[in-house]
C-alpha cells in the first residue's frame, strides 16, 4: 500500500531560522511522482514542486530546496531564513506512475509558524 | 496561470437539507476533484471526474454525489445533510496525462458548517 507521513504535526521558528519539513513515503512501485504543496490561511494549496522518481537530483528554487533521496524515501522541504509569510500548512503527496487520474496520496501536512 | 474558482467561501447549512458546493475551472483541465480536509485527517478524496458526464469514487463518497455536465464545473452535492459532513471542502483540477505527473490547482475551499 502506498503511503506518506510528515512525521512533523506543527513547527514554529523565529524569522530567519532554517527549517526543514520531512515527508517519507512508501510505495513499491519504481516509477512514481512528489509534490509539495503550500495552505496558507486563506485556504488554496498552492502547488510548489514535482519530483520524479528516476531524476533523483536536488532543487533550489529561491530560499526552498528540496532534497530527494530514493534510498530512504524522503523527499524533504528546507526553507532557509525563514520569513513570517512562509507560515502555513505544507503537504507532500505521492502519484503511481499510470495509476488512476485521482490517485493523489497526501499526508496529513506539517503546520509552520514563523514568528517575527 | 490555471483558476480553480469555487462558489463560496463559507456555507452554513441544516441537517437534512440538499447541499450544492460549485467549482469552475478556466483551464481547459479533463480531470476535476473533491477533496474535503479535516483536522488531523489530511486531505480525502471525495470524488473525482476525468471527463464530461464521467465520475469515479475516491477513498469516502458515501453520503455525497457529484455532477459534471460541462467541462468546466464540477459539483459536489451532499443529498441530506449531516453534522458530520462540517468540514473544509477543496476543488482541484489538473491536465489529464498518461504519466500521472501533471499537478493538480486547487480552489480556495469552502467551509461548511452544517447544525
Known amino acids: 500500500a502506498q503511503k506518506v507521513t510528515q512525521a512533523q504535526t506543527e513547527i514554529s521558528v523565529v524569522e530567519k531560522e532554517d527549517v526543514t519539513l520531512d515527508c517519507v513515503y512508501e510505495?513499491?512501485?519504481?516509477?512514481?511522482?512528489l509534490f509539495w504543496y503550500k495552505q496558507p490561511p486563506s485556504g488554496e494549496l498552492v502547488f510548489l514542486i514535482r519530483?520524479?522518481?528516476?531524476?533523483?537530483q536536488n532543487e533550489i528554487s529561491g530560499r526552498y530546496s528540496w532534497n530527494f533521496q530514493k534510498s530512504t524515501s524522503s523527499f524533504n522541504f528546507t526553507i532557509t531564513a525563514s520569513q513570517v509569510v512562509d507560515s502555513a500548512v505544507y503537504f507532500c503527496?505521492?502519484?503511481?506512475?499510470?495509476?488512476?487520474?485521482?490517485?493523489?496520496?497526501f499526508g496529513k501536512g506539517t503546520k509552520l509558524s514563523v514568528k517575527p | 496561470d490555471v483558476k480553480v474558482t469555487q462558489s463560496s467561501r463559507y456555507l452554513v447549512k441544516r441537517t437534512g437539507e440538499k447541499v450544492f458546493l460549485e467549482c469552475v475551472q478556466d483551464?481547459?483541465?479533463?480531470?476535476m476533484f473533491w477533496y474535503r480536509q479535516d483536522p488531523g485527517l489530511g486531505l480525502r478524496l471525495i470524488y473525482f471526474?476525468?471527463?464530461?458526464?464521467?465520475?469515479e469514487k475516491g477513498d469516502i463518497p458515501e453520503g455525497y454525489s457529484v455532477s459534471r455536465e460541462k467541462k468546466e464545473r464540477f459539483s459536489l452535492i451532499l443529498e441530506s445533510a449531516s453534522t458530520n459532513q462540517t468540514s473544509m471542502y477543496l476543488c482541484?483540477?489538473?491536465?489529464?496525462?498518461?504519466?500521472?505527473?501533471?499537478?493538480?490547482?486547487f480552489g480556495d475551499g469552502t467551509r461548511l458548517s452544517i447544525l
Open positions: 510505495t513499491r512501485d519504481t516509477t512514481y511522482y
Open positions: 483551464m481547459d483541465h479533463e480531470n
Open positions: 519530483r520524479n522518481s528516476f531524476d533523483e
Open positions: 503527496a505521492l502519484r503511481l506512475y499510470g495509476g488512476s487520474q485521482g490517485n493523489l496520496i
Open positions: 471526474s476525468y471527463d464530461v458526464k464521467m465520475k
Open positions: 482541484a483540477s489538473s491536465l489529464s496525462d498518461h504519466f500521472s505527473n501533471q499537478p493538480q490547482h
